[in-house]
């Protein structure tokens, strides 16, 4: 773990305008800077960056956030690489809580790793492009398998040299140990000699999803009968091949703009769709997808489009992880390219726009295509046919997330269709399986934990009971909630601020009676929490202290509370002001009353913003107590309870009346 230390260094030293102008051009607009969103296609600016309060806010998308947000959103890192990445950009050293012995050799010998990939990645790329060899060779073999020499430097191409222990030799003058060369995989040693194990290979980095050389992939180039087409990395610290999907690095922010992410099976079909501009595309290394390259996949999108072969082996390749992806909720595609074509050869057939309307066009859904590939093998044989229902109601039950239980029940419906059969039947045996499963978890010692699952279902009931709300009741819930984040404002902007002599606003707002028991939102409830325990630790609250909160929830309100997509320009302010004074003489000259407040200092205003959003706040409570009075009075009909709850009523009543009088609202009864 980093150490707070550390994280405080970092983001003592972060500058938002730089960094988010490091990824769009920002201009700067009155006290913000304004550019195009890089979230969303946008042709008019709508992306505003506030360098005081260090967060920024998309009005055209909502995005919003502070820098970390920002680089783990534009990046798709977690919270710790988004701070490593800061840490290596601002040079603070990183500094991690204390860990056991074992994981700190563990560590050690990751980062090793990672420079000795970084120093394997730069000798290759030299070959490719500098040694005589290397371009006779290399580079030759990748222009006639039509690779411009950009998309080759972009994804860091390279050549190793025929030569047995070049790299070997290179590398150990470089104080590289052995040990760690062969942990690697770059060299192999034989009769006490080193030797280098990828000679006279094209070499792919692999990077992880920071832009790290993990791992390589060695292609040979022509065609060999005794040596493999590929070598790759053994699997040791920093590669381990079942969570490692090839190009993720590239592509991680094209799947996220399409929210479609394209599946393949070589390193050469990756480069090539790059090359044509689709880059939403990773691949998996012609193995079957495992539920760890699985959840990747699921950190971007939701949608996987699988683009494979489209002979026998290919169709066959495809159908491998199918349940794992049901099980993870992700929506599976399936898309064959013709005969004898791979996604390398028939892009560079067609072209890119071809290739794209080809696989919007053959989108084939994955339990269907299998269903159909099955059905043609069943012909008219009874028992073939009661295997294959059985073997659709095994992977439709994958299909277990509550969210995803109208389509488990579409494709029930569909299937039972093909297949002919009743769907009450098929719904059963769907069941089974499911029932099957949840005891073999049980025997497991992982039981369902049902009050999770209680907890999903409320949640998912929640939702869809949203449309049985009449338009009143969405905007008077909406109202309360507005009135409790303007609340959550005024002690964010300030909190810190003087009331009087005796205490600060902070002070004033908490000891006030009325304000916890009466907010609903549990993120605003937690932000007050937060902010109450650091005044009661004496300490000065800032605005950032939750911008930067490691907890997504307070992060995310706070920005969204402090953003506003309008700013008063000085010029107004002072035309508002001279105008304001003008209308008091000329008024004070015709012998006009003046009804209007003047124009009134910040410190006032805020004044008056605590005192009015308190009132609501009571009012709101006072609303509650009615309306729970008011259902008493309905559910006890016995004139003794009538006289009961009358007073209580009355007095609630006349406590709304005095509050309507100070706010100013009215309330109509329609």
Not at 128 to 140: D, H, K, M, V
Not at 352 to 372: P, T
Not at 514 to 543: C, F, G, P, W
């Amino acid at each position: 773990m980093i150490s707070q230390q550390t994280i405080q260094q970092i983001l003592s030293r972060i500058d938002i305008i730089e960094i988010v102008g490091s990824f769009i051009k920002l201009k700067k607009r009155g006290t913000n800077y304004l550019g195009l969103c890089p979230f969303h296609g946008e042709k008019t600016p709508s992306f505003t960056v506030s360098p005081a309060k260090e967060i920024y806010k998309c009005f055209g998308c909502g995005r919003s956030g502070n820098t970390i947000s920002f680089i783990m959103e534009h990046e798709k890192y977690s919270y710790v690489e988004a701070l490593r990445w800061l840490a290596s950009k601002y040079n603070v050293e990183i500094e991690e809580t204390a860990v056991s012995p074992e994981v700190k050799q563990q560590q050690l010998v990751a980062d090793s790793l990672f420079i000795l990939n970084n120093f394997a990645r730069q000798y290759f790329t030299q070959n490719l492009f500098e040694s005589e060899e290397g371009q006779a060779i290399g580079l030759s073999y990748l222009k006639e398998r039509g690779f411009r020499e950009e998309i080759m430097q972009r994804f860091q191409l390279g050549y190793c040299l025929q030569t047995r222990d070049s790299f070997a030799q290179t590398a150990l003058a470089a104080q590289y140990s052995l040990e760690n060369l062969q942990k690697s995989g770059l060299v192999v040693v034989r009769d006490d000699k080193p030797f280098d194990n990828y000679r006279g290979r094209i070499i792919f980095p692999v990077h992880n999803q920071t832009g790290k050389v993990i791992g390589f992939g060695a292609r040979i180039i022509g065609k060999s009968d005794k040596a493999p087409k590929y070598i790759n990395t053994p699997e040791n610290e920093v590669y381990i091949k079942s969570k490692i999907l090839y190009g993720t690095y590239f592509a991680r922010q094209a799947i996220d703009k399409y929210d479609e992410c394209l599946l393949v099976e070589g390193y050469t079909d990756v480069i090539s769709l790059h090359q044509a501009g689709i880059e939403n595309v990773v691949a998996s290394g012609g193995t079957s997808l495992t539920m760890d390259q699985l959840r990747l996949i699921k950190k971007y999108t939701k949608n996987l489009t699988i683009i494979y072969d489209g002979d026998a082996a290919g169709v066959k390749a495809a159908l491998r992880g199918l349940d794992m992806a049901l099980e993870e909720g992700l929506n599976v595609k399936l898309v064959l390219i013709p005969d004898k074509e791979d996604p390398d050869s028939y892009v560079n057939k067609v072209g890119a726009a071809s290739f794209r309307e080809f696989i919007d066009k053959n989108k084939k859904d994955f339990i269907l295509f299998q269903l159909d590939v099955q059905l043609k093998d069943v012909g008219n044989d009874a028992n073939k046919k009661a295997t294959l229902v059985n073997q659709v109601a095994e992977t439709i039950a994958k299909i277990n997330k509550l969210e995803d239980f109208t389509k488990q029940q579409d494709y029930i419906k569909k299937c039972a269709e093909i297949l002919r059969i009743e769907e009450g039947g098929l719904v059963n045996l769907v069941n089974k399986f499911i029932r099957e499963k949840i005891a073999k978890e049980e025997a497991k010692n992982q039981p369902v934990d049902p009050a999770q699952q209680y907890q999903q279902y409320e949640e998912n009931s929640m939702q869809g009971a949203a449309s049985d709300y009449s338009d009143e009741t969405f905007n008077l819930i909406f109202k309360d909630e507005m009135q409790e984040k303007a609340l959550l404002k005024i002690l964010l902007e300030h909190g810190m601020k003087e009331w009087d002599k005796n205490q600060k606003i902070a002070e004033y707002i908490f000891n006030s009676d009325i304000v916890e028991e009466m907010i609903e939102n549990q993120t605003v409830t937690k932000i007050l929490h937060m902010y109450r325990d650091m005044l009661a630790q004496h300490l000065e609250v800032s605005d950032k202290d939750f911008i930067f909160s490691q907890e997504n929830d307070v992060s995310t309100l706070v920005v969204s509370i402090l953003n506003s997509p309008y700013e008063l320009s000085e010029r107004w302010l002072a035309e508002k002001q001279v105008f304001s004074v003008l209308e008091q003489g000329f008024r004070k000259y015709m012998n006009i009353e003046y009804k209007h407040k003047p124009l009134q200092k910040e410190e006032k205003t805020f004044r008056d913003d605590v005192l009015s959003t308190l009132q609501y706040l009571k009012l709101k409570k006072i609303k509650h107590l009615m309306e729970q009075n008011l259902n008493d009075l309905e559910a006890n009909n016995t004139y003794q309870k009538f006289l009961e709850l009358l007073p209580p009523h009355l007095h609630i009543k006349d406590m709304e009346m005095e509050i309507t009088k100070m706010t100013g609202i009215v309330f109509k009864k329609l």
